[in-house]
């Protein structure tokens, strides 16, 4: 094998599998979102009949995206400031324990979703659960937590934010090892107090790593299916819990293709994900990191 050759044939197989497990599929869903098919049948072509049914009747379809847009708003901003706060208090105040404590917050994020699923539903379940048990020491009758939809939304909300603020205060972590301790110093002798060198070194300078754990927290959050699906499954509650009530997405798409046996439909509920996805991160972009001027 020659030395022009060689690179091209040892990078191949990566090519060859990303075009078999990548490339084929994203094209092979796209054809199929004009089609009619159940997946075992003959294949209709009906145009663009599916997205024309997502937008305008499908309620459920606005439905899960207000779902997902509830969920997402109110715990990806718990998320970042608890991730921050946890990230400088670490960095600040306990410099001796801040490896164990780090490990300790980060691990509820490499938890697996079946685990998460399963202590939700142990924890918040009407007659056994802990939370309740807690609440009648007090004299408070218990909640049905997972069977009234604001409720379960709040359930929801809470796993979300004790399971991936971890990952936001590891991005904070290492955006803060890059800012010179100098900076600090200085305002310290300027007599700037903690909260001064926070809001006018500490943030400033974190720019970049709010960009990309904005952006990253939204994409994930429209993506949301595993934790609420495996909850509420576990609970015997209908797909979506309690009048749908958390219902994402995603897990519209599971319904329609895996329940139904709608690949057709299902695949264009996935395309129109992935333009909201899209035009979400594209504004958001915009927003935070902010509009480049014109030279």
């Known amino acids: 094998m020659s030395k022009k050759s060689a690179p091209y044939a040892m990078i191949l197989p990566y090519f060859l599998l990303y075009i078999a497990f990548g490339l084929f599929p994203i094209l092979f869903s796209l054809g199929v979102s004009f089609t009619s098919w159940d997946g075992i049948g003959e294949m209709t ?93 007090f004299g408070a009758e218990s909640v049905y937590w997972l069977g009234h939809a604001w409720t379960a939304r709040a359930v929801v909300i809470f796993m979300l934010i004790w399971k991936n603020y971890g990952y936001k205060m590891i991005m904070f972590l290492s955006g803060l090892s890059t800012i010179p301790d100098e900076l600090y110093e200085a305002a310290k002798i300027d007599g700037a107090s903690w909260w001064a060198r926070f809001t006018k070194i500490t943030i400033p ?68 994900l992935f333009l909201v996805i899209a035009v979400a991160s594209l504004v958001l972009f915009r927003v935070v990191n902010g509009k480049k001027k014109e030279d």
Request: positive net charge; aromatic residues 18%; charged residues 15%.
């Open 45 to 137: 072509f009906v145009g663009l009949k599916n997205y024309v049914r997502v937008f305008t009747q499908d309620k459920y379809f606005y439905k899960s995206l207000w779902n997902t847009l509830i969920l997402l708003g109110i715990s990806t901003p718990i998320q970042i400031a608890l991730g921050l706060l946890t990230a400088t208090f670490l960095k600040d105040f306990f410099k001796k324990t801040q490896n164990g404590l780090q490990l300790i917050n980060f691990l509820p994020y490499i938890t697996t979703p079946v685990a998460v699923g399963i202590i939700f539903q142990l924890m918040f379940d009407w007659k056994s659960g802990v939370v309740n048990a807690f609440l009648n020491l």
């Open 205 to 272: 300078l974190l720019k970049p790593i709010f960009v990309f754990v904005i952006i990253t927290s939204v994409i994930n959050g429209f993506k949301l299916f595993d934790e609420p699906q495996l909850l509420f499954n576990s609970a015997g509650q209908p797909t979506g819990g309690p009048d749908r009530s958390v219902m994402t997405v995603v897990m519209k798409f599971y319904d329609s293709s895996f329940k139904n046996f709608e690949f057709g439909y299902g695949s264009a509920l996935a395309y129109c």
